[in-house]
């Protein structure tokens, strides 16, 4: 916009380009023949092959996917970055292609279950959608529990030391918890219907043991054991050795009787003529 202002050709846009080149970019300059220093094209092409190789797209995307909040850093700012990643990781793509993979970035780049579900249900339909959702609930939450007396909720924002080690905001409740109570209640609703599904079996275990003892005992009673003789098929005053032995002594004395009344008889008899 400047070199349309100033109708600067692509000389004139050479130079400004070159003495406003700082640090790394400026060793470029080095590289070049005097010729190339003032080629606007020759000068562009020089920095874009030296901070923007054809495999730089690939590592962008890889950042976009490990992309995380870091400690301190706003929403505004998180969504500028995640902008700027989309652009460099997808410079061909359609400008509607774009904002839809840097409002999922930015989801994923929370690291907050509870803000993520929020903004999702709001359906967002670009970046900035997103982002202004996320200040929104951010917000909101952070005056109910400002008003509750409440810590405000923590979250685990990602930040790296120059030796590449990570380390939380705070030692609050971190970005997981959410997740982590959704799964310690998951693994108790497991063991309760495994539980549920052993007391079941052990019922149904039981059952069959008293229906099995019930059996035993209905097809012994069926079955009979004689407690006179000690054998099977038959109880006691159904025993025909019992009953036979029973006869028999009933016809002894039957007839041990009628002896004595015999012998009764007789004595009388022999009485009565001792008398005469």
């Not at 063991?191 to 043991?209: C, D, H, M």
């Not at 009673?221 to 006179?228: I, L, N, P, S, W």
């Amino acid at each position: 916009m400047v070199s349309q202002l100033n109708w600067w050709d692509d000389k004139n846009k050479a130079l400004e380009l070159a003495v406003s080149l700082r640090g790394n970019a400026q060793s470029v300059l080095s590289d070049l023949s005097h010729e190339q220093r003032r080629n606007y094209h020759d000068l562009v092409t020089a920095l874009a092959s030296r901070f923007e190789p054809d495999n730089q797209s690939e590592l962008y995307r890889l950042e976009m996917k490990h992309r995380q909040r870091k400690r301190g850093e706003s929403l505004n700012e998180l969504a500028q970055e995640v902008k700027r990643l989309t652009n460099k990781a997808y410079p061909a793509a359609p400008v509607g292609v774009r904002e839809q993979l840097a409002r999922d970035c930015f989801l994923d780049a929370l690291n907050d279950p509870e803000m993520e579900w929020a903004v999702h249900q709001g359906k967002p339909k670009s970046m900035d959608d997103a982002a202004h959702l996320a200040l929104e609930f951010e917000s909101f939450r952070s005056g109910r529990k400002v008003t509750l007396g409440v810590r405000p909720h923590t979250i685990r924002m990602q930040d790296t030391e120059p030796g590449g080690t990570s380390f939380d905001t705070n030692s609050g409740p971190r970005v997981g918890e959410a997740s982590e109570v959704g799964k310690l209640l998951k693994d108790i609703s497991g063991r309760l219907n495994a539980l549920e599904k052993t007391g079941a079996r052990a019922s149904s275990q039981q059952s069959n043991y008293q229906i099995d003892n019930n059996t035993r005992r209905l097809a012994h009673q069926r079955k009979g054991k004689c407690h006179y003789c000690r054998q099977e098929g038959h109880w006691k005053n159904e025993c025909p050795l019992r009953n036979k032995k029973g006869a028999s002594s009933v016809s002894r004395n039957g007839l041990n009787s009628h002896r004595g009344s015999n012998t009764a008889d007789s004595t009388s008899y022999h009485c009565q003529g001792n008398v005469n």
